[in-house]
């Protein structure tokens, strides 16, 4: 192999090498999926999957527990929720509305799609409340019944950047 025949190769293996780290990066317009473990009272501790995604300044989530929040059936679209992410430059987003998908007593339950208003490079996290705050994380009100839950750490494997 001649001399410019391996340079050349070192540069395309190198190329690739540095462009490898850039493709695991995912683009705004991609979903990302992170978990999270909220406490919710008296309905126990969950891991909560988030899946979010962004479309012209809107982000939307969609929420999945890992256990059942509640000891009888769920319809269908019966879940008003507000999940609050942590901006990394400073202050929350909010994503709020009122869909899920019908769950029997003591199923996991998915609820979305949430949405909220993002920036592009927004890095959002969970929100993590000071121990005796007021606020929370995730506010549920499942038929009339109003619960919320608390982030006990952040996601893995890290924000969600739109």
């Known amino acids: 192999m001649s001399t410019t025949a391996v340079a050349t190769a070192g540069l395309l293996l190198g190329g690739i090498a540095t462009a490898a ?19 919710c009272g008296a ?17 939307s989530v969609r929420i999945s527990t890992s256990g059942g929040l509640a000891p009888f059936d ?3 679209d019966s879940i008003s929720a507000t999940l609050r992410l942590e901006r990394a430059a400073g202050g929350t987003v909010a994503f709020s509305g009122t869909a899920n998908d019908a769950a ?5 339950v998915t609820i979305g799609p949430l949405t ?15 121990a005796g705050a007021t606020d929370v994380s995730l506010s549920l009100n499942v038929l009339g019944i109003v619960n919320s839950c608390n982030a006990v750490g ?3 494997p890290g924000p969600i950047v739109f």
């Not at 309905?43 to 982000?59: K, N, P, R």
């Not at 592009?120 to 996290?125: E, F, I, R, T």
Request: aromatic share 4%; proline share 6%; charged share 10%.
């Open 74 to 76: 769920i319809p269908a």
């Open 43 to 59: 309905y126990g501790v969950t891991d909560l999957t988030i899946e979010a995604s962004a479309s012209g300044g809107a982000g």
């Open 154 to 156: 952040k996601q893995t």
């Open 104 to 108: 029997a007593a003591g199923q996991p």
């Open 116 to 130: 909220g208003a993002v920036s592009a490079g927004d890095s959002l996290d969970s929100y993590v409340p000071a």
């Open 21 to 39: 780290p850039a493709t695991a990066v995912q683009s705004a317009a991609a979903s990302q999926t992170v978990t999270a473990r909220y406490d």
